[in-house]
């Protein structure tokens, strides 16, 4: 099974702030990586798919890039919104793993 | 507008059983596969069970396989999930997720239903 590492676990920022979440594969999976946003009692939300695509209807502070086996989301300036807990998921094969997720909480 | 809506949750006994349902709207049900994840109480996400748009192949993580099996009904927009063998380990919510994908065979799961809560505890 391919392992999906984030870093940090958790991370507290203020409004404004620029942030970047990373998340390692175990092994190559190319562009195969999606990232999504989950809040208390929400379910999770598609925000950057194939590791750099913008879902529709996601503001554009969101971005992720990478390849291979390491990728990054980034928020280029966090909004009261945005603190939430946030999933890397590999597609590449099954099983389609998630890391273990980034809880950004306000500072 | 694309909605998905997860039923059948609840109590259970360990080594009881359980269906899940997902009705869908929204979309052609029968062009996409579907999939189910799982989130237990304060914890990450864990993939369960995806199945084809035809039904024809269905794939399982090791946690369940032999115990959950997946199906669809394309004339009812409804995905399944069967539950046997129920074990305290399985406490979770319960997603069901149409999956998306591109040419290269890149997939994503958007939307989310809402989720539904299995608790199997005596």
Do not use: H
């Not at chain 1, 870093?7 to 999976?29: H, K």
């Not at chain 2, 035809?54 to 794939?59: A, K, L, N, R």
């Amino acid at each position: 099974d391919i392992q999906m590492t984030q870093s940090p676990s958790s991370l507290s920022a203020s409004v404004g702030d620029r942030v970047t979440i990373t998340c390692r594969a175990s092994q190559s999976i190319s562009n195969f990586l999606n990232w999504y946003q989950q809040k208390p009692g929400k379910a999770p939300k598609l925000l950057i798919y194939a590791a750099s695509s913008l879902q529709s209807g996601v503001p554009s502070r969101f971005s992720g890039s990478g390849s291979e086996t390491d990728f990054t989301l980034t928020i280029s300036s966090l909004q009261p919104e945005d603190f939430a807990t946030y999933f890397c998921q590999q597609s590449y094969s099954a099983p389609y793993t998630f890391g273990q997720g980034t809880k950004l909480e306000i500072k | 507008e694309v909605q998905l809506l997860e039923s059948g949750g609840g109590l259970v006994q360990p080594g009881g059983s359980l269906r899940l349902s997902c009705a869908a709207s929204g979309f052609t049900f029968s062009n996409y596969a579907l999939t189910w994840v799982r989130q237990a109480p304060v914890k990450g996400l864990e993939w369960v069970s995806a199945i084809r748009n035809s039904g024809s192949s269905t794939y399982y993580a090791d946690s369940v396989k032999g115990r959950f099996t997946i199906s669809r009904d394309n004339s009812k927009n409804t995905l399944y999930l069967q539950m046997n063998s129920l074990r305290a380990e399985d406490t979770a919510v319960y997603y069901c997720a149409k999956v998306s994908g591109d040419r290269r065979g890149v997939s994503w799961f958007d939307p989310w239903g809402q989720g539904t809560l299995v608790i199997v505890s005596s």
